[in-house]
């Protein structure tokens, strides 16, 4: 996970736009990797990359340094993504999602998946999972977060993370059986 000095943190709440401009360039891989993941479209993605580091320019001065900048960070992205899966149609598997699928699991680990690769497994992998599933499996299996910083990034209790994951495994493995993968 990318860290954050303090001192730049420090200089974007006094309104450096320099200071600020380091942390998009730091931090936008990141947000914008989640918001892939959870959205499965390459255009919503960049603009909850937008909207992220707009929210975060305006609320700078509220963010608690005790607490992980990054983790601040996937909080807002991920709320926004949440959002933007509740507004919006569910995530429906393209026929051609399928074939993505298999030339990855065919790929022996050197597969350098292109953005819209991601999307097409994410949306082959996702579907009949509820927003919160999605969110949970993306941040800690696709993001590698710890089930505490899912806790603090989310607001759900470790009872509930363990629940949603638990629950978005046995739907994402009940897909991959169903598709042929043991």
Same mark, same amino acid.
């Given at each position: 996970?990318? /860290? ?7 200089? %974007? ?8 401009? &380091?942390?998009?360039?730091? %931090? /936008? ?6 918001? =892939? ?14 909207? +992220?580091? $707009?929210?975060? @320019? ?13 983790? @601040? ?7 926004? %993504?949440?959002?933007? *899966? ?7 598997? $393209? ?14 680990? /050197? =597969? ?5 690769? @991601? ?9 009949? *999972?509820?927003?919160?599933?999605? &969110?949970?499996?993306? &941040? %800690?299996?696709?993001?590698? &977060?710890?089930? /505490?910083?899912?806790?603090?990034? +989310? ?9 949603? $994951? ?17």
């Amino acid at each position: 996970m990318t /860290q954050i000095d303090h001192t730049i943190i420090t200089r %974007c709440q006094a309104g450096d736009r320099d200071a600020f401009r &380091l942390v998009v360039e730091r %931090c /936008q891989a990141m947000v914008f990797s989640i918001a =892939l993941k959870m959205l499965a479209d390459e255009d919503e993605a960049k603009d909850i990359v937008q909207e +992220t580091f $707009l929210r975060v @320019w305006q609320h700078i001065g509220k963010y608690d340094p005790r607490r992980s900048f990054t983790t @601040w960070l996937y909080a807002i992205a991920s709320r926004l %993504c949440l959002d933007r *899966l509740r507004s919006s149609t569910r995530i429906v598997a $393209l026929p051609e999602d399928e074939a993505v699928m298999q030339r990855f699991a065919s790929a022996d680990g /050197q =597969l350098e998946l292109e953005n819209r690769e @991601w999307a097409a497994i994410v949306r082959l992998l996702a579907e009949g *999972l509820s927003p919160k599933q999605h &969110l949970v499996f993306t &941040l %800690c299996q696709l993001e590698g &977060l710890s089930s /505490q910083e899912a806790e603090e990034a +989310t607001g759900l209790t470790a009872k509930q993370i363990k629940s949603n $994951l638990f629950a978005a495994r046995q739907t994402i493995r009940e897909r991959l059986r169903h598709m042929g993968y043991e």
